[in-house]
Protein backbone atom coordinates (compact mmCIF):
# COMPACT_ATOMS: atom_id res chain seq x y z
CA UNK A 1 0.00 0.00 0.00
CA UNK A 2 1.38 3.67 -0.87
CA UNK A 3 1.54 5.37 1.87
CA UNK A 4 3.23 8.13 3.35
CA UNK A 5 3.32 9.32 7.62
CA UNK A 6 3.88 12.30 9.24
CA UNK A 7 5.80 12.72 12.44
CA UNK A 8 7.39 15.52 14.42
CA UNK A 9 4.39 17.96 15.37
CA UNK A 10 4.20 19.73 18.48
CA UNK A 11 3.85 22.87 20.43
CA UNK A 12 6.92 25.22 20.05
CA UNK A 13 7.27 28.46 21.54
CA UNK A 14 7.77 31.70 19.07
CA UNK A 15 11.07 31.53 17.82
CA UNK A 16 11.40 28.01 18.51
CA UNK A 17 12.54 25.16 16.09
CA UNK A 18 10.88 21.77 14.93
CA UNK A 19 11.67 19.09 12.36
CA UNK A 20 8.98 17.66 10.83
CA UNK A 21 9.62 13.81 9.21
CA UNK A 22 7.59 12.13 6.47
CA UNK A 23 7.91 8.07 5.97
CA UNK A 24 6.90 6.94 2.67
CA UNK A 25 6.43 3.16 1.86
CA UNK A 26 4.99 1.09 -1.14
CA UNK A 27 6.52 3.37 -4.29
CA UNK A 28 9.52 4.05 -5.26
CA UNK A 29 10.66 7.24 -2.98
CA UNK A 30 13.70 8.19 -5.10
CA UNK A 31 11.67 8.33 -8.15
CA UNK A 32 9.29 11.30 -6.95
CA UNK A 33 9.51 14.91 -6.36
CA UNK A 34 8.28 15.54 -2.52
CA UNK A 35 6.56 18.48 -1.63
CA UNK A 36 4.90 19.59 1.91
CA UNK A 37 1.64 21.46 2.18
CA UNK A 38 0.20 23.37 4.93
CA UNK A 39 -3.11 24.18 6.11
CA UNK A 40 -3.93 26.85 9.16
CA UNK A 41 -7.30 25.92 10.89
CA UNK A 42 -9.90 26.49 9.45
CA UNK A 43 -8.46 27.84 5.82
CA UNK A 44 -7.37 26.63 2.79
CA UNK A 45 -3.91 24.73 1.69
CA UNK A 46 -0.92 26.58 1.38
CA UNK A 47 2.25 24.71 -0.63
CA UNK A 48 5.26 25.69 1.44
CA UNK A 49 8.53 24.03 0.28
CA UNK A 50 9.63 21.34 -2.72
CA UNK A 51 12.75 18.71 -3.26
CA UNK A 52 13.32 17.04 -6.47
CA UNK A 53 14.01 13.53 -6.74
CA UNK A 54 17.56 13.55 -5.91
CA UNK A 55 17.22 15.86 -3.39
CA UNK A 56 19.20 18.18 -5.77
CA UNK A 57 17.05 21.57 -6.31
CA UNK A 58 14.47 22.98 -3.30
CA UNK A 59 11.99 25.33 -3.76
CA UNK A 60 10.50 27.60 -1.22
CA UNK A 61 7.44 29.92 -0.73
CA UNK A 62 8.27 33.37 0.05
CA UNK A 63 6.37 32.75 3.84
CA UNK A 64 8.69 30.55 4.60
CA UNK A 65 12.02 31.31 2.57
CA UNK A 66 15.19 31.44 5.02
CA UNK A 67 13.41 29.66 7.65
CA UNK A 68 12.54 26.35 6.55
CA UNK A 69 14.81 23.88 4.78
CA UNK A 70 13.62 20.66 3.22
CA UNK A 71 15.41 17.56 2.90
CA UNK A 72 15.15 13.95 2.17
CA UNK A 73 16.68 10.73 2.73
CA UNK A 74 16.41 8.57 -0.47
CA UNK A 75 18.39 5.41 1.36
CA UNK A 76 15.60 5.60 4.35
CA UNK A 77 12.62 6.76 2.20
CA UNK A 78 12.12 9.65 4.51
CA UNK A 79 11.23 13.64 3.81
CA UNK A 80 11.62 16.11 6.17
CA UNK A 81 11.10 19.95 7.06
CA UNK A 82 13.19 21.67 9.23
CA UNK A 83 11.16 24.08 10.57
CA UNK A 84 13.27 27.48 12.07
CA UNK A 85 12.35 30.50 13.39
CA UNK A 86 8.54 29.61 13.99
CA UNK A 87 6.18 32.44 14.18
CA UNK A 88 2.04 32.36 15.23
CA UNK A 89 1.40 32.00 11.77
CA UNK A 90 2.91 28.77 11.16
CA UNK A 91 0.51 26.89 13.13
CA UNK A 92 -1.24 24.90 10.84
CA UNK A 93 -1.65 20.78 9.98
CA UNK A 94 1.19 20.32 8.03
CA UNK A 95 1.21 17.24 5.02
CA UNK A 96 3.64 15.93 3.17
CA UNK A 97 2.67 14.57 -0.76
CA UNK A 98 4.00 13.11 -3.33
CA UNK A 99 4.30 14.31 -7.29
CA UNK A 100 2.12 12.16 -9.55
CA UNK A 101 4.40 12.36 -12.25
CA UNK A 102 7.88 14.67 -11.94
CA UNK A 103 10.76 13.95 -10.80
CA UNK A 104 11.66 17.41 -10.03
CA UNK A 105 8.87 20.04 -11.64
CA UNK A 106 5.63 21.62 -10.41
CA UNK A 107 2.85 18.46 -10.39
CA UNK A 108 0.23 17.47 -8.89
CA UNK A 109 -0.24 15.51 -5.62
CA UNK A 110 -1.39 12.17 -6.02
CA UNK A 111 -0.51 10.85 -2.42
CA UNK A 112 -1.01 12.76 0.91
CA UNK A 113 -0.28 12.10 4.75
CA UNK A 114 -2.80 12.28 7.09
CA UNK A 115 -0.79 15.15 8.22
CA UNK A 116 0.92 16.49 11.50
CA UNK A 117 0.18 19.35 13.80
CA UNK A 118 2.35 22.34 14.43
CA UNK A 119 1.29 24.96 16.77
CA UNK A 120 3.04 27.52 17.69
CA UNK A 121 2.38 29.59 20.84
CA UNK A 122 4.03 30.80 24.11
CA UNK B 1 3.06 34.00 -8.38
CA UNK B 2 0.27 32.68 -10.16
CA UNK B 3 -2.89 33.33 -8.60
CA UNK B 4 -6.08 31.17 -8.48
CA UNK B 5 -9.10 32.40 -8.06
CA UNK B 6 -12.53 30.02 -7.37
CA UNK B 7 -15.98 30.98 -7.46
CA UNK B 8 -18.34 30.53 -5.68
CA UNK B 9 -16.42 30.62 -2.49
CA UNK B 10 -19.53 28.26 -1.05
CA UNK B 11 -22.29 26.60 -2.72
CA UNK B 12 -25.78 24.81 -1.46
CA UNK B 13 -27.31 22.03 -3.69
CA UNK B 14 -29.26 18.88 -3.56
CA UNK B 15 -28.50 15.05 -3.77
CA UNK B 16 -29.26 14.94 -7.21
CA UNK B 17 -28.06 18.05 -8.69
CA UNK B 18 -25.52 19.14 -11.27
CA UNK B 19 -22.99 21.39 -9.44
CA UNK B 20 -20.08 23.33 -11.33
CA UNK B 21 -17.00 24.79 -10.58
CA UNK B 22 -14.84 27.28 -11.83
CA UNK B 23 -11.19 28.22 -11.68
CA UNK B 24 -9.53 30.66 -13.01
CA UNK B 25 -5.71 31.54 -12.93
CA UNK B 26 -4.37 35.15 -13.16
CA UNK B 27 -1.91 33.74 -15.97
CA UNK B 28 -2.02 31.31 -18.68
CA UNK B 29 -0.94 27.42 -17.40
CA UNK B 30 -2.24 25.49 -20.51
CA UNK B 31 -3.67 22.00 -18.79
CA UNK B 32 -1.40 22.34 -15.72
CA UNK B 33 -4.16 22.03 -13.14
CA UNK B 34 -5.56 19.95 -10.76
CA UNK B 35 -8.55 19.45 -8.70
CA UNK B 36 -8.92 18.35 -5.00
CA UNK B 37 -11.64 17.22 -2.55
CA UNK B 38 -11.51 17.72 1.06
CA UNK B 39 -13.69 16.73 3.89
CA UNK B 40 -13.28 17.61 7.35
CA UNK B 41 -10.37 16.02 9.43
CA UNK B 42 -8.76 14.96 6.50
CA UNK B 43 -5.97 14.76 3.65
CA UNK B 44 -7.44 16.04 0.16
CA UNK B 45 -8.29 13.64 -1.92
CA UNK B 46 -6.89 13.95 -5.83
CA UNK B 47 -9.32 13.90 -8.12
CA UNK B 48 -8.12 14.98 -11.72
CA UNK B 49 -5.26 15.61 -13.17
CA UNK B 50 -3.98 17.98 -16.58
CA UNK B 51 -7.62 19.71 -16.30
CA UNK B 52 -9.67 16.55 -17.39
CA UNK B 53 -7.45 13.47 -16.80
CA UNK B 54 -9.90 11.45 -13.74
CA UNK B 55 -7.68 9.68 -11.11
CA UNK B 56 -8.38 5.99 -10.80
CA UNK B 57 -11.17 5.12 -8.75
CA UNK B 58 -12.46 8.75 -8.77
CA UNK B 59 -16.42 8.41 -9.85
CA UNK B 60 -17.35 9.59 -13.40
CA UNK B 61 -19.84 11.49 -12.13
CA UNK B 62 -16.65 13.99 -11.72
CA UNK B 63 -15.44 16.12 -15.05
CA UNK B 64 -12.59 18.96 -15.47
CA UNK B 65 -12.50 21.13 -18.17
CA UNK B 66 -10.46 24.08 -19.35
CA UNK B 67 -6.98 25.35 -20.55
CA UNK B 68 -5.08 28.16 -20.46
CA UNK B 69 -6.50 30.26 -17.38
CA UNK B 70 -10.33 28.97 -17.04
CA UNK B 71 -11.32 25.74 -15.99
CA UNK B 72 -14.50 24.05 -14.24
CA UNK B 73 -15.17 21.06 -12.00
CA UNK B 74 -18.55 19.67 -12.77
CA UNK B 75 -20.16 16.99 -10.71
CA UNK B 76 -23.15 15.70 -12.81
CA UNK B 77 -25.22 14.20 -10.13
CA UNK B 78 -24.10 15.08 -6.48
CA UNK B 79 -24.06 11.88 -4.02
CA UNK B 80 -24.33 12.47 0.11
CA UNK B 81 -20.82 11.47 0.13
CA UNK B 82 -19.22 14.66 -2.79
CA UNK B 83 -20.65 17.16 0.32
CA UNK B 84 -16.81 18.36 0.73
CA UNK B 85 -14.91 21.74 0.10
CA UNK B 86 -12.76 21.54 -3.42
CA UNK B 87 -9.45 23.21 -4.65
CA UNK B 88 -7.59 23.68 -7.69
CA UNK B 89 -4.41 23.94 -7.84
CA UNK B 90 -1.84 25.33 -10.99
CA UNK B 91 1.23 22.50 -11.43
CA UNK B 92 2.65 25.24 -14.19
CA UNK B 93 5.33 26.33 -12.03
CA UNK B 94 6.57 27.36 -8.79
CA UNK B 95 5.35 28.52 -6.25
CA UNK B 96 2.45 26.35 -6.70
CA UNK B 97 -0.38 27.67 -6.01
CA UNK B 98 -4.38 26.82 -4.84
CA UNK B 99 -7.41 28.35 -5.13
CA UNK B 100 -8.84 29.33 -1.87
CA UNK B 101 -11.39 26.70 -1.87
CA UNK B 102 -15.13 25.86 -2.63
CA UNK B 103 -17.63 24.77 -0.45
CA UNK B 104 -20.15 22.58 -0.97
CA UNK B 105 -22.99 22.67 1.25
CA UNK B 106 -26.39 20.22 1.69
CA UNK B 107 -29.60 22.61 1.17
Known amino acids: EVQLLESGGGLVQPGGSLRLSCAAS????????MSWVRQAPGKGLEWVSA????????YYADSVKGRFTISRDNSKNTLYLQMNSLRAEDTAVYYC???????????????WGQGTMVTVSS | DIQMTQSPSSVSASVGDRVTITCRASQGIAGWLAWYQQKPGKAPKFLIYAASSLQSGVPSRFSGSGSGTDFTLTISSLQPEDFATYYCQQAHSFPITFGQGTRLEIK
Open chain 1, 26 to 33: GFTFSSYA
Open chain 1, 97 to 111: AKHTYSSGGADGFDI
Open chain 1, 51 to 58: ITNSGGNT
